[in-house]
C-alpha cells in the first residue's frame, strides 16, 4: 500500500507536471498547492458483474453450414481470404454454422446480404 507521504508527493509531482505542460509558472499559478491528507489504508470494493438475463435474439447471414467442425473452420479460413470477418455460430441442431454478419435487427442483415449478393451466391439468414 502506498504510504500518505508517497502519495502527496505524486499528487504534487502531477500538479507540477500540469503546470509545466500548460506553460503556466509556479509563481504566476493562482492557487495554494495544498497538501491532503489520506488515509493509510483503502478498503476495496467489491463489483460484481452480472450478466444480462435477457440476451438479445440475433438474426446472422450465414454463408455455411457443416456437421464436422474441421470443415466449418476451413470454409471460415476460405471467407477470411475473401476479406470478410467471419465466425462459427454456437452448434444448434448439429451443425456448425460459418456467419459474416450479424445484427439484432433483421433489416441490417437482409441489406447486407443484398450488397453480399454480387461476392457470395448461397446465403441465407438465420435467427437466434
Known amino acids: 500500500?502506498?504510504?500518505?507521504e508517497k502519495?502527496?508527493?505524486?499528487?504534487v509531482l502531477c500538479g507540477i507536471l500540469i503546470l509545466l505542460l500548460i506553460g503556466v509558472s509556479k509563481e504566476s499559478f493562482p492557487y495554494k498547492?495544498?497538501?491532503k491528507d489520506f488515509p493509510e489504508t483503502y478498503t476495496k470494493q467489491s463489483v460484481e458483474i452480472k450478466e444480462p438475463e435477457l440476451k438479445t435474439p440475433m438474426y446472422y447471414l450465414v454463408v455455411g453450414?457443416?456437421?464436422e467442425k474441421l470443415n466449418a473452420e476451413q470454409f471460415s479460413n476460405q471467407m477470411?481470404?475473401?476479406?470478410l470477418d467471419p465466425y462459427i455460430l454456437p452448434v444448434t441442431d448439429g451443425f456448425y454454422r460459418v456467419g459474416i454478419f450479424s445484427s439484432p435487427y433483421e433489416e441490417?442483415?437482409?441489406t447486407y446480404k443484398k450488397e453480399m449478393k454480387s461476392t457470395l451466391?448461397?446465403?441465407w439468414?438465420?435467427?437466434q
Open 121 to 123: 451466391k448461397k446465403m
Open 33 to 35: 498547492v495544498v497538501e
Open 7 to 11: 502519495i502527496n508527493t505524486i499528487l
Open 1 to 4: 500500500m502506498p504510504t500518505r
Open 80 to 83: 477470411y481470404d475473401l476479406g
Open 65 to 67: 453450414s457443416f456437421t
Open 108 to 110: 441490417d442483415v437482409i
Open 125 to 127: 439468414i438465420t435467427y
